[in-house]
Antibody, heavy 119, light 110 residues
């Protein structure tokens, strides 16, 4: 079955870049039937979809308008994983970040990474 | 201020039936499928209902989903103590071009 394993730092300084990786087992990041998503959860904002990347003969990415100017989601086919980069973070970006497989429903989810933005 | 509206809490006694509502609009629930997720404390959300009324393998048939217009519901019959969790509805939004979620409903089994 598909499993997602997240990695990345739990503490990021304000104005710096948040970077997380989601390693895939049991599926291919280049699958023509999957979409690879990032979602975050905080007490103030609840569950918030950030964006996704997927392959349909070429690579596509789509982002939430709330973070569109600061976010990049990319696939790494050599390592069968995908990544999240969120630039210019502020304390408002403190949240638990999840990766998840789509496209029509999100399953499975990664284990979650608590990222705190603080100096 | 989530795009989809859920009651913040619900409760019931063991064996009872409870329903959780999820209200949206024509750009999300009205035009797309609804999925429901169950989140136990300290864990990632888990898919509970997909495609509005389908259960993944391993989910008991005590859980059921439905939709009417721009609203959806999750019903849990024969309530059990292990059902105590947070429940979230989700739907694709054609205007925002992304997934939108409800604010979550905390279910307490009394």
């Amino acid at each position: 079955q598909v499993q997602l394993q997240q990695s990345g730092p739990g503490l990021v300084k304000p104005s710096q870049t948040l970077s997380l990786t989601c390693a895939i087992s049991g599926d291919s990041v280049s699958s023509n039937s999957a979409a690879w998503n990032w979602i975050r959860q905080s007490p103030s904002r609840g569950l918030e979809w950030l964006g996704r990347t997927y392959y349909r003969s070429k690579w596509y990415s789509a982002y939430s308008v709330s973070v569109k100017s600061r976010i990049t989601i990319k696939a790494d086919t050599s390592r069968n994983q995908f990544s999240l980069q969120l630039n210019s973070v502020t304390p408002e970006d403190t949240a638990v970040y999840y990766c998840a497989r789509g496209p029509q429903w999100l399953v499975p989810w990664g284990q979650g990474t608590l990222v705190t933005v603080s100096s | 201020q989530s795009v989809l509206t859920q009651p913040p809490s619900a409760s019931g006694t063991p064996g009872q039936r409870v329903t959780i509502s999820c209200s949206g609009s024509s750009s999300n629930i009205g035009n797309n499928i609804v999925n429901w997720y169950q989140q136990l404390p300290g864990t990632a959300p888990k898919l509970l209902i997909y495609n509005t009324n389908q259960r993944p393998s391993g989910v008991p048939d005590r859980f059921s989903g439905s939709k009417s217009g721009t609203s959806a519901s999750l019903a849990i019959s024969g309530l059990q103590s292990e059902d105590e969790a947070d429940y979230y509805c989700a739907s694709w939004d054609d205007s925002l071009i992304g997934w939108v979620f409800g604010g979550g409903t905390k279910l307490t089994v009394l």
